[in-house]
């Protein structure tokens, strides 16, 4: 029996959160083609009769601009530190050794864990093209004084690879018993998820200028019995975008904006929680709350 953390990092949009999802079986992250969707740590716990894999997802490597990228960073830092291995994860169609992952190997050999290099989206990519990323990639880290224990090529798309890269991790992680109970699969809360699927329907259908300066905070969530013995969820949630401007963007001419968010979101928590669910959405201007420590002591939190 093997258990143990294994952290997932990676350059923006490398396909973290869509590999942890696939592996864990269940969407405890949220996927856009944006950069920067994933802001905190994520636990995704895969158990089964031989191992038990708690996968913490990690926000995209990149180079802060404001105090949330710096906690981003943080909580990077943090997860590679208190982990029994790593997965480094990259983007097989946009796979230049660039500075940033450079930077991101000599991090990772720093820590003197277990290193698996994990090729994703070799579906687009020629065969030859992956043996020259492998001895690419191999031939640097060996010149900093590391290794990878295992070079695994998949598909998160195709969902090639998969059961291959299951079983290196699992050769990776120490003997153990079970660190969770087997019917746990995150250790993310339903109103943290709840915030997550509402950001994830405006990351989608607002232009590339606001996103990531929203923030999502639930103010109600509470759950009822209609008479007919039917589960309710009554949740109002606060959109907090950081300009005036933005707001207008957001509500949309006649609301509609807002409206096409709140439904697409609903569905999504419906499905999660496997109830009818009332979602009322407002729109907040906070300036610069991504540059306010008040603001950000939840992000500060969730990295501790």
């Known amino acids: 029996m093997k258990s143990g953390f294994v952290a997932v990092v990676g350059k923006p949009n490398a396909g973290k959160s869509s590999m942890v999802n696939n592996l864990v ?17 994520i636990k995704g716990i895969r158990t089964t009769e031989t191992s038990q ?27 590679v530190d208190n982990v029994d291995a790593i997965i480094y994860l990259v983007d097989g169609a ?10 991101i190997m000599e991090q990772i050999v720093e820590t003197k864990k277990k290193v698996l290099l994990v090729i994703n989206k070799v579906d687009k990519i020629k065969k030859e ?8 990639y191999n031939k640097y880290i060996v010149s900093i004084g590391g290794k990878f224990e295992d070079i695994v090529p998949i598909s998160v798309y195709k969902k090639d ?44 259908y607002l232009d590339e200028e606001i996103p990531h ?9 509470k759950d009822r019995v209609t008479e007919n013995d039917n589960l309710v969820y009554d949740i109002e949630a606060n959109i907090i975008c950081k300009k005036s401007s933005h707001k207008g963007i957001i509500i949309g001419k006649d609301g509609e904006m807002l409206k096409r968010i709140g439904t697409a979101a609903r569905r999504d928590i419906e499905k999660m929680l496997d109830a009818r669910v009332n979602l009322k959405l407002w729109v907040k ?17 969730k990295i501790s």
């Open 94 to 103: 946009k796979p230049v050794l660039d500075e940033a992952n450079k930077r």
């Open 53 to 79: 894999i708690i996968f913490i997802d990690t926000p995209g490597v990149h180079s802060p601009k404001n105090k949330l990228g710096e906690y981003m960073m943080k909580g990077v830092g943090l997860a």
């Open 213 to 221: 300066g929203l923030s999502i905070q639930v103010e109600k969530m």
């Open 161 to 204: 690879g998969l059961e291959t890269l299951v079983k290196c991790i699992e050769n990776a992680l120490p003997e153990g018993d079970y660190i969770f109970e087997e019917d746990e699969i995150t250790d993310v809360t339903e109103r943290e998820l709840v915030e997550e699927y509402i950001r994830e329907k405006a990351l989608k």
């Open 129 to 136: 093209n992956i043996l020259r990323i492998i001895e690419e």
């Open 25 to 41: 079986g269940f969407d405890v992250a949220i996927i856009t083609p944006k950069p920067q969707t994933t802001r905190f740590n």
């Open 285 to 301: 201007v906070r300036k610069d709350w991504d540059d306010n420590d008040s603001y950000l002591q939840q992000f500060k939190n």
